[in-house]
């Protein structure tokens, strides 16, 4: 079955360095998006990129879209307290007739202050 | 407006209970998914309903796991009979119909002793 795969697991990181959450799929994707998922709290949705190559910013976070559409990145710059939380990506299978997303296995960021 | 609405928030109860959780999806959205989350497992889709109707249950673990959505507004997942190993956080999501993005509630913390 379908599986999309992220790294790093856990990132611990010092208020202010930068962070990347890779995310590979085993199947090509129609879209990808990203959930973000506080302490305690529940999915919260980010993005969703679309095209082949995409590139889309938030602020300090940078989310890409392989050209394969079989990989994805999210990049924060200057990471903040505030950024803690499990990062998700997720998207549906490429020509699939259903909205049924994958979720990827999450990478945890944590930001010493 | 209001979110995905789950209840109870916490459930605790003795094995071979049953146990049932509750959703109401966003108003206007038409599509409800019910996912488990542990941190062995990850983030798991149960099943998925589309208008009403069950599209996916491959996920449902076993026989013991039941949901139904009898209309637009409202949705339950049952376990019976429940069992120390289906303790984990269940979310309910909802999404508009070809909408990817899905906005979840704030799960209900289960735990079976």
């Known amino acids: 079955g379908q599986q999309v795969m992220q790294i790093p697991q856990y990132q611990h990181v010092q208020e202010g360095e930068d962070f990347t959450t890779y995310c590979n799929s085993s199947t090509t994707l129609s879209n990808i998006q990203w959930y973000k998922q506080r302490p305690g709290g529940h999915p919260v949705f980010l993005i969703q990129?679309?095209?082949?190559?995409e590139v889309k910013k938030q602020k300090r976070l940078t989310f890409q879209f392989g050209e394969a559409k079989k990989n994805s990145s999210l990049h924060i710059t200057a990471t903040q307290t505030t950024d803690v939380g499990t990062y998700f990506c997720?998207?549906?299978?490429?020509?699939?007739?259903?909205?049924?997303?994958?979720f990827g296995t999450g990478t945890l960021l944590a930001v010493q202050p | 407006d209001a979110g995905v609405i789950q209840s109870p928030r916490h459930e605790v109860t003795e094995m071979g209970q049953e146990v049932t959780l509750r959703c109401k999806p966003i108003?206007?959205?038409?599509?409800l998914f019910w996912y488990r989350q542990t941190m062995m497992r990850g983030l798991e889709l149960l099943i998925y309903f589309n208008n009403n109707v069950p599209i996916d249950d491959s996920g449902m673990p076993e026989d013991r796991f039941s949901a139904k959505m009898p209309n637009a507004s409202f949705s339950t997942l049952k376990i019976q009979p429940s069992e120390p190993r289906d303790s984990a956080v269940y979310f309910c999501?909802?999404?508009?119909?070809?909408?990817?993005?899905?906005?979840f509630g704030p799960g209900t913390r289960l735990t079976v002793t």
């Open positions: 108003s206007g959205h038409n599509s």
């Open positions: 990129l679309v095209k082949s190559g």
């Open positions: 997720a998207g549906p299978r490429y020509g699939g007739a259903t909205n049924k997303l994958i």
């Open positions: 999501a909802s999404s508009r119909l070809a909408v990817y993005e899905q906005y």
